[in-house]
């Protein structure tokens, strides 16, 4: 089934884009996206095991090259969590430090193309594989929802239940305009965590699919191929910024959300 797809560009990208699926419940709408999961939890492990590394031999003294470059990268997301959080807080580090290295390095695999994983698995029996995480929506709500949690949490933490009820109620307009404060508050609440997701999704998405069709356009003809190489590449170096830069943008809007959440309004 899987080589009758590939006859044809539309089939090809289609079947690249399909998630290895488990559906939880025979009947039901509980629907695990296998490949989306497993690739998550092995590029976490991956990268705790990498900054293992760095820490099982750390010195005082001269750093190595590997501790030197972790060192530098953790300084670098500390100066900007402290930068944007204003709080008290000790966990708005870590949780910066968790989404931007982790959403890097779930981003990174959109650098392998799409074949190099699909065909060896289609090998032993997997014919559908999404290698990036984050081009599946389900990736990104689950970031962003663990996000907006955090919200409720710093909020409650702050101004506590009675002060962050009555806030949510009564700002901004004052305690007789209640329902437009409650439907005001709702709409942007929840719009945080949604946006969030749907940036990261949208631009991982649509890298895949122009991807995809540079490889298309390649296996058409010779000319396809040279064309195909060219925008490949051009369009591989564009993505060594566009893979950091939807990183470090969930991870900023992350912890500006936490530190307004604090804020009274």
Same mark, same amino acid.
């Given at each position: 089934?899987?080589?009758?797809?590939?006859?044809?560009?539309?089939?090809?990208?289609? &079947?690249?884009?399909?998630?290895?699926?488990?559906?939880?419940?025979?009947?039901?709408?509980?629907?695990? &996206?296998?490949?989306?999961?497993?690739?998550? #939890?092995?590029? $976490?492990?991956?990268?705790?095991?990498?900054?293992?590394?760095?820490?099982?031999?750390?010195?005082?003294?001269?750093? $190595?090259?590997?501790?030197?470059?972790?060192?530098?990268?953790?300084?670098?997301?500390?100066?900007q969590a402290r930068d944007t959080y204003h709080g008290p807080s000790k966990?708005?580090?870590?949780?910066?430090?968790?989404?931007?290295?982790?959403?890097?390095?779930?981003?990174?695999?959109?650098?392998?193309?799409?074949?190099?994983?699909?065909?060896? @698995?289609?090998? #032993?029996?997997?014919?559908?594989?999404?290698?990036?995480?984050?081009?599946?929506?389900?990736?990104? @709500?689950?970031?962003?929802?663990?996000?907006?949690?955090?919200?409720?949490?710093?909020?409650?933490?702050?101004?506590?239940?009675?002060?962050?009820?009555?806030?949510?109620?009564?700002?901004?307009?004052?305690?007789w305009m209640l329902p437009f404060n409650l439907i005001l508050n709702i709409?942007?609440?929840?719009?945080?965590?949604?946006? @969030?997701?749907?940036?990261?999704?949208?631009?991982?998405?649509?890298?895949?699919? #122009?991807?995809?069709?540079?490889? #298309?356009?390649?296996?058409?003809?010779?000319? $396809?191929? @040279?064309?195909g190489g060219v925008f490949g590449l051009g369009w591989m170096l564009f993505?060594?910024?566009?893979?950091?830069?939807?990183?470090?943008?969930?991870?900023?809007?992350?912890?500006?959300?936490?530190?307004?959440?604090?804020?009274? &309004?």
């Amino acid at each position: 089934m899987a080589s009758e797809q590939a006859l044809t560009p539309t089939n090809y990208i289609q &079947h690249h884009l399909k998630n290895l699926t488990v559906q939880v419940q025979d009947g039901g709408f509980w629907t695990l &996206h296998v490949d989306t999961i497993v690739t998550s #939890v092995l590029m $976490g492990l991956l990268i705790v095991f990498a900054f293992w590394l760095a820490t099982r031999k750390a010195t005082s003294g001269v750093p $190595g090259k590997w501790q030197a470059f972790v060192e530098i990268c953790l300084e670098f997301v500390d100066k900007q969590a402290r930068d944007t959080y204003h709080g008290p807080s000790k966990l708005v580090t870590p949780i910066a430090i968790t989404l931007f290295f982790w959403i890097l390095m779930m981003n990174m695999l959109k650098m392998i193309p799409a074949d190099f994983i699909a065909k060896p @698995l289609e090998l #032993v029996g997997v014919h559908y594989w999404k290698p990036v995480p984050t081009a599946d929506v389900n990736a990104t @709500l689950g970031l962003s929802i663990s996000v907006f949690f955090l919200m409720i949490f710093f909020a409650l933490r702050s101004k506590g239940l009675g002060g962050f009820t009555h806030e949510f109620l009564t700002a901004p307009f004052g305690k007789w305009m209640l329902p437009f404060n409650l439907i005001l508050n709702i709409v942007e609440w929840v719009s945080k965590p949604v946006s @969030l997701a749907m940036r990261l999704f949208g631009n991982m998405f649509g890298g895949e699919i #122009v991807f995809l069709l540079i490889w #298309v356009l390649g296996g058409a003809s010779v000319f $396809g191929m @040279l064309a195909g190489g060219v925008f490949g590449l051009g369009w591989m170096l564009f993505h060594l910024l566009v893979i950091p830069l939807q990183a470090f943008i969930f991870m900023m809007l992350s912890i500006v959300y936490l530190s307004l959440s604090e804020d009274s &309004h």
